[in-house]
């Protein structure tokens, strides 16, 4: 069957008839010509005059909008003269009056392979996001406000160079120039900005003059819905239904937490939450213009970014190292232009760097971001001939903590490592490699250790009577003890008790 010179595909010939198919505000069907297929819409919003028309008020209104639609469309049509769909646009071909029903129909290039925007894998859609930005972009470069941005007017194919998006569905797009107020703004529930929604009731202040920045705000919620799934969530009244409608009550949009880390372009560390975020700014003249949108999103030319990116400051380090170590939050307000945790690394950005660093625990301490907890907790007891490793050892061999207990006994140490926790005894410490045995020798006069010292002294007068001519310091199975030696050569060992039965008074 032929319709204005294009023959009807049969799915749409119905008993020698046209079998139209319902779609937002008209009906469709799909064609050929020339070897080509179209996608033809018939618009039931604008009428000519029926013949004789009875009503002279509506066949006044219907004249005005049929031409309306006619000229609105036509200078449409020469602004988008230059698009084809490798640019994203899937621009109006033609356009006519339907004879039966005196509705204005346009023809656009049918678009094949259409995919749902969850078909479209993760790792996709970040280049995806940018080629829709270049479009709209090019679009308002043009002229041109598309001003019925969704999902569905969106088709999603895959092309030789990944997935695309083109824009379709021109019936309520405006020049620039000649941008439509009061009630009379076309939108979609859902997708509506909030100078939209304070126009509808009346409400519209000086500030929500309807500018282009309605397409900016509309993608922003469809970009949020290509990335999570869903629409941006949202705070206010009662009885509020989008995120627009929010933000003209004076409620909040709330952008999946996901997006924080939606890195969309790696050059200047633009991410998903704080692109959208601007781009659905309560005020038009908040929001980036699409170009900048664009140029934030280009890998090859990264650009500025169109919000600074969010300091990602949780107050807490990984699970794991927060027990090792603390985050200097000062001092990555101070340093960083970027800073969070993912898949057991530090992703940072120092102020004036051109990217981003990829860090470890040790490399942030070394970057003054994080400072390293002290191991011990306590006074650890020198009388048990060993010594701590390092903390730098310690934390090495998976160590958090180990705490002197007040307790004592014979294991006075309380030790917490990554994977466990208990209490050892010293010979513990040294046999799990956090300790080492000392081997202590007295200082030239024979002095005691200082901790014995405190309360005892050597009995000079006795070690000569004995023919004492050393004590000196020694290791002994772990332990430490005095070795003293006799003028004839003979030693033997003491620890504090025995020699103070003999060779020590009390310290005055």
Not at 257 to 281: F, H, R, W
Request: aromatic share 8%.
């Amino acid at each position: 069957m032929i319709y204005h010179g294009y023959t009807v595909d049969t799915a749409y010939v119905q008993d020698g008839g046209l079998k139209w198919v319902t779609t937002g505000c008209g009906y469709y069907i799909t064609a050929t010509k020339g070897g080509s297929r179209y996608f033809i819409k018939r618009n039931t919003v604008y009428r000519r005059p029926l013949p004789g028309e009875k009503c002279a008020a509506l066949a006044k209104k219907n004249l005005e909008g049929a031409v309306f639609i006619e000229g609105k469309q036509t200078k449409i049509a020469r602004r988008m003269k230059k698009f084809t769909l490798a640019d994203g646009i899937g621009r109006e071909l033609d356009h006519f009056w339907d004879d039966d029903t005196n509705t204005y129909v346009t023809v656009t290039e049918y678009i094949s392979g259409e995919l749902a925007p969850s078909a479209v894998p993760a790792g996709e859609r970040a280049a995806l996001i940018a080629q829709i930005a270049n479009s709209l972009a090019a679009l308002h470069d043009a002229g041109v406000g598309h001003f019925d941005i969704k999902v569905k007017n969106i088709v999603i194919r895959k092309t030789t160079g990944g997935y695309q998006g083109v824009f379709v569905d021109f019936d309520n797009s405006y020049p620039d120039n000649e941008l439509p107020e009061g009630d009379k703004i076309p939108f979609t529930p859902g997708y509506e900005a909030p100078e939209v929604v304070l126009h509808e009731s009346g409400l519209a202040g000086a500030d929500d003059r309807i500018t282009l920045a309605k397409d900016v705000f509309s993608l922003g919620i469809v970009f949020h819905e290509l990335l999570v799934g869903k629409m941006p969530s949202y705070s206010g009244p009662k009885g509020i239904e989008s995120v627009g409608e929010a933000l003209a009550s004076d409620g909040k949009a709330l952008l999946d937490s996901s997006l924080d880390t939606v890195v969309l372009n790696p050059g200047n560390g633009q991410t998903a939450k704080d692109l959208i975020a601007a781009m659905i700014a309560r005020k038009p003249a908040d929001r980036p213009t699409m170009r900048t949108v664009a140029a934030a999103l280009n890998a090859t030319s990264p650009g500025v970014a169109v919000a600074p990116r969010v300091i990602r400051i949780d107050g807490a380090l990984g699970e794991a190292d927060s027990r090792i170590a603390t985050l200097n939050v000062a001092d990555v307000k101070a340093k960083c232009e970027c800073f969070y945790f993912k898949d057991g690394k530090y992703i940072v950005r120092m102020k004036g760097a051109s990217a981003d660093e990829s860090l470890t625990l040790d490399e942030l301490v070394a970057k003054g971001l994080a400072t390293h907890k002290q191991v011990l907790s306590g006074s650890f007891p020198t009388d048990k001939g060993i010594e701590l490793l390092s903390d730098a050892e310690l934390r090495a061999k998976g160590v958090v903590s180990i705490e002197v207990l007040p307790d004592g006994g014979r294991s006075p140490f309380y030790v917490l490592t990554h994977y466990s926790g208990g209490r050892m005894s010293a010979e513990g410490l040294v046999r799990q490699g956090y300790a080492k045995r000392v081997t202590a020798t007295a200082a030239p006069d024979g002095r005691l250790r200082p901790e014995d010292a405190s309360k005892w002294r050597i009995n000079d007068a006795e070690l000569k009577r004995r023919g004492i001519i050393s004590v000196k310091q020694v290791e002994n199975g772990g332990r430490l003890m005095y070795e003293i030696t006799q003028s004839d050569g003979k030693t033997y060992l003491r620890n504090i008790m025995q020699m103070a039965l003999t060779y020590l008074v009390i310290a005055s």
